[in-house]
């Protein structure tokens, strides 16, 4: 069931809508901001719309990243599937066969 959950981000409130949970929801903007703090005190001059943006780019390339893994996954997956049901099949002949003789 979802429900609406408020965290506090660099001093930003805001209210998520989630079926997640509080833990879960805080321990995400707990890491965020701390990602945010690790890169603004790494560079001086970095304001908080800055490290939010750099770290927004960082997250999608990890979410490209992991689509092309799951892809990959996928088709290995499909591959390992067709093996199987065609081992299946020729196990099915192989004792038919042999229960023939």
């Known amino acids: 069931m979802k429900e609406?959950?408020?965290?506090?981000?660099?001093g930003i409130k805001l209210g998520i809508v989630t079926e997640d949970g509080a833990e879960y929801v805080e321990r995400i903007a707990n890491q965020l901001e701390e990602s945010l703090d690790r890169m603004m005190k790494a560079q001086k001059n970095c304001t908080l719309v800055e490290a939010a943006l750099f770290n927004a780019m960082s997250l999608q390339s990890?979410?490209?990243e992991n689509e092309k893994k799951?892809?990959?996954v996928e088709t290995q997956l499909a591959i390992y599937q067709a093996?199987?049901?065609?081992?299946?099949?020729?196990n099915e002949e192989l004792r038919t066969r042999l229960s023939q003789q």
């Open 70 to 72: 799951l892809k990959n």
């Open 4 to 10: 609406k959950i408020y965290v506090e981000i660099k």
């Open 62 to 64: 990890q979410c490209e």
């Open 83 to 90: 093996n199987v049901n065609r081992l299946r099949i020729e």
